[in-house]
């Protein structure tokens, strides 16, 4: 869910160039955020293929390897290069995000196991609720960001909290609920990516975005 964070303030602001959206990189970097948004956006939508029962629960170990590369390490690297870049909000939204899935890789692989089976549920639950009260949050500093971007975020919120209530209570249709909410917060990140990707090759904005802040 890339943002923008048109408040460049002391040293860092000299080295920096700005696209067209407002999007702040460093002379002779590139823009990380769509990378952070493409990595969420697979991720999220090969794991959501399967919550929706569109693919097979077998086959689900293949996310979290997708998890841990793309998902986890790629993203969180996208979240540092742009603090790198003076953009805390994207940092911290690709930091995290990068975060939440290494740890549901870590807890599914090795943790998982030491939680009584009865209790598994209870367990995803509260990593689940946790991240969703985090989206929360970030989905209140992201009013100066565009429209996109907070429309995407307040559906996140409502994926974790549905995905979460699904696991908690071992609902199955709740859990099917948010695989299909889940896809259209996939479809959102990807369209911000192409975005901000589209922006770069066409030196343009080529996509609406919709932004939100007074300049």
Known sequence: ??????????????????????????????????????????????????????????????????????GGITQLIAGFFQFRTGNTFNGVLFSTFGAFWLSLFAIVQFFLKDIPPAQTGHALGLFLYAFGIFTVWIWIASFRTNAVVVVALAGLAATLFVLGVGNYYGSALTLETGGYMGLIVAAMAAYLSLAELCEFTYKRAALPLFPLAKH
């Open 1 to 70: 869910m890339a943002t923008t964070d048109p408040n460049l303030i002391g040293e860092a602001a000299k080295d920096q160039a700005v696209t067209p959206a407002g999007q702040p990189t460093l002379q002779g970097w590139g823009n990380s955020a769509p990378l952070g948004l493409a990595a969420f956006a697979v991720t999220t939508f090969m794991l959501s293929m399967i919550n929706a029962k569109l693919m097979p629960a077998a086959i689900t170990p293949v996310v979290f390897g997708v998890a841990l590369m793309y």
